[in-house]
């Protein structure tokens, strides 16, 4: 229907990319230090060979032999050929010089031919004798292209040839610099090079005129043009990213530099006054007091949060008022135009104007922040007459028009909790998916390094053959760890292991570490190797410690480990430091405070391409959604479900509070300063936990004023840890809830909550025989009903016996938990 009105939700409207408008420029930032723009041309040019833009054909020729000396007479001749074929055909093109030339043909420009056309069809030497004699050219600097130019011909290799005809020290350190960087891979050194070596080609400069201005240029002519060296036509790559960072390790760009291009990629924090002045305001008075407001109110908050009641106050609301009377002067709104305002935010609003096709379902939060822009002023304006007065006014936004506000808080919190009931029964089908694919892909990556190319071998019951390509040979030559590519031989199905199992991990560990914790995704990328404690109690026994850094509520909080947190964590410093290196110290881009952190060794960080970065926050909901359709192909219940990350932190609060911990525990563990915080993110599953729930907090609430934070006090905290201690038994540790009582009367064996201790295998094992024993004493005598009771516990035991056999696989982690130094007397 063409005028049918879709309702949006902020939610959706922000992943509705389809319809956002596209960005004109080739990044975002706007106001950056450094600006890209193309390096002056120097007062002497680099010309290694003299000036040879007016040289004749011959004098060319005669040139193939000195710029590479030493080479075959083949490759010489193949450079002459090559000039006479390209600066043949550039001799009938106007121009005084060969760059006016070059410049006048198709090999130039925005959409430029290779010079591989100037070759007969089908005769291959042809093509490469003109890649030669260009390579030549751009080498002895006699045409300077550009980057479109340059990225239309194919080299086979250019980066070491052009490095030998400049006879420049700084490159030759340079070159050094990028084969000492062990981290990276031989293809990706060749790209830092590559990027190098474009760069000062394309801008007719030396290495040491490789200004931050013109190395950022090329980046983003390369990502606009689509080829940035090794993005196969990606326009959302960027170029460089691995040579700046060398570059800036080695001192090439002045102190202070960002040690990475991606700094002047995102925009920083924009000012209060660049906030409102995004929506042209044309009042001063009124565009000077939201600036003052925001001022004021920036000290008791974050950015985000400044971030959107500027759009609130600045585009919703003032912008609207002046579309509807631009001789608005003051707040003194009238009944007519407040109602007419109202009617006009129920509509999102698209370049400044409303878009009648899209419905706002929840205007609340706007008004809100118009009401709370009434009131503060009204309240500042007793303290600081002379700053706030004249600006007050009547309140338009009266409570009946809020009416309403907590029944849809409500409503909300029972979509959460029948959202958190669909998901916890399927938790588990999607854990065993997630740790079955790595474990599978693990053992695959394992089975198939040591396996020769083209080689065929069997893993879990199914044959595969390693690829045996043209690249994998060569990659097998240059890298030290070449990666590993499999094709299934029943299926034909290509796997790109090395790839596929790193991705496979990352899934897993967070999903493991999410589940098991309960913190927020940010919360999750920004955990490092200091996040790692540990606490030793009176009775000498250690405990892990997670410390989460704060990220909503600026406050840190820790968070006693589990065994299987802990081994998920474990297993990431396991991957990092299997090298036997330190975790590297990378800086994180915060995208909600626009901000960049100190260096720090984050745990979930990972190499791709030239560059190691932290994993960003939507990558871990990219790569859990992407399980969930793989799942619904099989399992129906999957069909339209996904997983968030902040599904795994309701779920995380049903089980603790479900299982018996008290709720103020809970809160702390989950970082809410508000217990009514954490009771909305409890799913509640029987009318008797809903009673015992409600008799708590009224008992709670009897003893301490409403509304005041709980505190764990130290009986509390006695009574939780000797609750771990209770659970201690034999063959290792029951997993009942907290508070609860054994319910099965002590038999151990049988119960679904013992986790048994790997090292009590011998023990399984005893009992195994003794129950084997006592069936064939009970067939004798034809104990039916003995049978089936020790046929019941073998079953339990076997069980047991194979998850503690996997435990056992796990090896030990050096978690090299980082310490003080003694501070020198």
């Known amino acids: 229907m063409p005028n049918a009105t879709t309702v949006y939700t902020v939610r959706n409207r922000r992943q509705n990319y389809e319809e956002m408008p596209r960005a004109k420029e080739p990044t975002r930032f706007t106001r950056a230090a450094t600006k890209a723009a193309p390096a002056p041309r120097p007062a002497n040019p680099p010309a290694p060979f003299g000036d040879l833009s007016r040289a004749s054909i011959v ?24 000039i006479r074929k390209l600066f043949g055909h550039l001799a009938t093109l106007p121009g005084e010089t060969w760059q ?12 430029p031919q290779p010079v591989a056309i100037l070759g007969r069809p089908g005769v291959r030497y042809d093509t490469s004798n003109a890649m030669a004699g260009l390579r030549m050219a751009f080498a002895a600097r006699v045409i300077q292209p550009s980057i479109a130019g340059f990225r239309a011909n194919k080299f086979s290799d250019y980066p070491d040839p052009f490095r030998q005809a400049q006879k420049d020290p700084g490159l030759d350190g340079f070159f050094r610099a990028v084969d000492s960087e062990h981290r990276l891979t031989a293809v990706h050194r060749h790209r830092a090079k590559f990027d190098v070596t474009c760069a000062l080609t394309t801008q007719g400069i030396a290495l040491e005129h490789l200004t931050q201005s013109a190395l950022l240029h090329y980046s983003l002519e390369s990502k606009r043009l689509g080829v940035t060296h090794g993005a196969n036509k990606d326009t959302t790559r960027f170029a460089a990213l691995g040579a700046w960072e060398i570059l800036h390790r080695m001192g090439h760009f002045p102190p202070g530099s960002p040690p990475t291009l991606r700094t002047f990629i995102y925009d920083g924090q924009r000012t209060i006054e660049e906030l409102v002045d995004r929506y042209a305001i044309r009042n001063q008075d009124v565009r000077q007091l939201l600036i003052d407001y925001l001022v004021r109110r920036r000290s008791d908050t974050d950015y985000i949060t400044i971030e959107g009641l500027s759009r609130h106050l600045a585009s919703l609301f003032w912008s609207v008022i002046e579309e509807l009377d631009p001789g608005q002067k003051d707040l003194n709104l009238s009944p007519e135009l407040y109602d007419q305002w109202r009617a006009e935010i129920q509509f999102w609003r698209k370049g400044g104007k409303a878009d009648r096709s899209r419905m706002r379902q929840d205007t609340a939060a706007v008004l809100l922040a118009v009401r709370g822009l009434y009131i503060d ?12 007065a004249r600006w007050v006014a009547p309140c338009p936004i009266l409570p009946r028009d809020l009416k309403g506000f907590g029944k849809r808080r409500r409503e909300v919190n029972r979509r959460m909790a029948d959202r958190t009931r669909v998901r916890q029964p399927l938790l588990p089908v999607l854990v065993r998916h997630v740790e079955e694919r790595y474990e599978r892909l693990s053992a695959l990556l394992a089975a198939a390094t040591p396996v020769p190319l083209g080689g065929i071998f069997e893993c879990g019951g199914r044959r595969y053959r390693r690829t045996d390509s043209r690249e994998d040979r060569r990659r097998a030559k240059i890298l030290a760890e070449p990666t590993v590519r499999v094709t299934d031989e029943a299926t034909g199905e290509l796997t790109h292991v090395t790839i596929a199992e790193e ?13 098991h914790s309960g913190i927020r995704v940010e919360e999750l990328a920004e955990l490092s190797h200091l996040s790692i404690r540990q606490y030793e109690r009176p009775n000498g026994e250690v405990i892990a410690l997670l410390v989460v850094a704060p990220s909503k509520n600026e406050r840190e909080r820790v968070i006693p480990m589990s065994a299987e947190l802990f081994h998920a964590v474990a297993q990431i410093i396991r991957r990092q430091t299997r090298r036997g290196q330190a975790i590297p110290l990378l800086s994180r881009y915060d995208g909600h405070e626009k901000t960049w952190s100190e260096p ?40 339209g479900t996904k997983f968030t990350p902040h599904d795994f932190r309701r779920l995380f609060a049903t089980e603790i509070v479900n299982g018996g911990l008290p709720i103020h525990i809970g809160a702390a563990l989950l970082g809410h300063l508000n217990l009514q915080t954490t009771q909305g993110y409890v799913a509640v599953f029987a009318e008797d936990i809903v009673q015992h729930y409600q008799k ?29 201690d209770k659970r201690k038994v034999e063959l290792g540790n029951c997993a009942r809830p907290y508070g609860s009582p054994c319910q099965h009367e002590h038999a151990c064996i049988r119960c679904p909550m013992l986790q048994v201790n790997p090292k009590m295998l011998p023990r399984l094992a005893d009992i195994e025989k003794d129950l084997i024993l006592r069936r064939r004493r009970a067939e004798e005598e034809q104990w039916l009903g003995e049978i089936e009771g020790i046929d019941m516990t073998l079953t339990f035991v076997r069980t047991k016996q194979a998850d503690a056999a996997r435990l056992e696989q796990r090896s030990p982690v050096i978690l090299g938990i980082p310490t003080m130094r003694p501070q020198p007397d």
């Open 377 to 388: 002023l009204h309240s500042w304006a007793v303290a600081e007459p002379e700053r706030w």
């Open 600 to 639: 720090m060794p984050f745990l979930f960080q990972r190499q791709i391409g030239t560059v190691r970065g932290v994993i960003a926050p939507g990558t871990f909901l990219q790569m859990i959604a992407r399980s969930c359709e793989e799942i619904a192909e099989t399992n129906p219940a999957f069909a």
């Open 100 to 111: 006016e030339r070059w410049e006048a043909s198709a090999f130039d420009g925005e959409n």
């Open 503 to 515: 991705s496979a991990f990352w899934e897993w560990v967070a999903v493991e570490i999410l589940r």
């Open 59 to 82: 004098e060319l020729c005669d040139l193939a032999r000195e710029v590479w000396p030493g080479q075959a007479r083949s490759g010489v001749e193949k450079r002459r050929t090559g």
């Open 696 to 724: 708590f907090l009224n008992h709670r609430r009897a003893l301490r004023p409403e509304g005041e934070y709980v505190d764990v006090t130290v009986e509390e905290w006695a009574e939780f840890e000797e609750h771990f």
